[in-house]
């Protein structure tokens, strides 16, 4: 899963989305920390498969973390942050493309210290009645068909070749972004991180790199896999 433009939103916070690229069902969310916390809580949860929310995990595992990403949905000051994520969960459950339980506008450690198992319950049938209710557009269906025949989208590589890492850092050098890099060089995003971090591929030698890593930004870019982060809240 890539944070679509990190750098710039890392540390604002707001109302953010993770939207399944094949059908474009939307998980809401809101954040008053900021958004590279909350991306790093949330898939943490998804590759741990222990997400508060059955219906993304479930999804996310059908089709697979490269079909998913975490993005920006509004820029929102702390006070306006309920009223807003309230919005947005209605504006995409009356499209049928919402993967939210709860209604929004309440903090989830709060509302999980207060609700009982009846209202547990009753939350859990409204969803599934949003969710079951929602129809495919004819392009998601044929999506959906091709997965469950095998056909399912290829998958890009994770294993990289010394040009291939060596490609990576040029183009990260000349300022490409960690998703420019995966849809140009079909590559998945672990190894582009792994390069970032300094894990992988230190033997292969570019002329720059070692400017470009000195000088970028810590705590803003890309390379958040295998961090460790607290449960996700949300």
């Not at 679509?4 to 920390?33: D, M, P, R």
């Not at 942050?81 to 499209?95: A, D, G, M, P």
């Not at 129809?135 to 999506?143: D, M, R, S, W």
């Not at 290829?154 to 990576?168: F, G, R, W």
Request: hydrophobic letters at 30%; aromatic letters at 10%.
């Amino acid at each position: 899963m890539v944070f679509v433009e990190e750098q710039k939103y890392a540390k604002e916070i707001g109302i953010y989305q993770i939207k399944n690229l094949l059908n474009n069902k939307v998980y809401i969310g809101q954040t008053g920390q900021n958004f590279q916390k909350r991306f790093w809580h949330h898939q943490w949860k998804l590759r741990k498969n222990s997400h508060d929310n059955k219906y993304l995990q479930a999804a996310w595992n059908r089709y697979g973390e490269e079909n998913f990403e975490f993005s920006v949905v509004e820029i929102v000051p702390q006070k306006e942050l309920n009223n807003k994520e309230v919005y947005w969960i209605s504006f995409y459950r009356e499209k049928g493309l919402c993967y939210s339980i709860q209604d929004g506008g309440q903090d989830i450690s709060e509302l999980h210290k207060n609700i009982t198992p009846e209202q547990r319950k009753a939350v859990g049938e409204k969803n599934r009645e949003h969710l079951l209710g929602s129809h495919a557009t004819e392009e998601t269906k044929k999506k959906m068909s091709e997965t469950r025949k095998g056909k399912f989208v290829k998958k890009k590589t994770q294993v990289l070749n010394p040009e291939l890492a060596k490609q990576v850092k040029e183009m990260l050098i000349n300022g490409s972004t960690p998703k420019e890099i995966m849809i140009k060089l079909d590559v998945s995003y672990k190894p582009i991180n792994g390069i970032i971090s300094r894990n992988t591929w230190a033997h292969v030698i570019v002329e720059g790199w070692d400017e470009f890593q000195a000088n970028r930004p810590r705590g803003k870019g890309n390379a958040s896999v295998g961090r460790k982060s607290k449960p996700v809240k949300k």
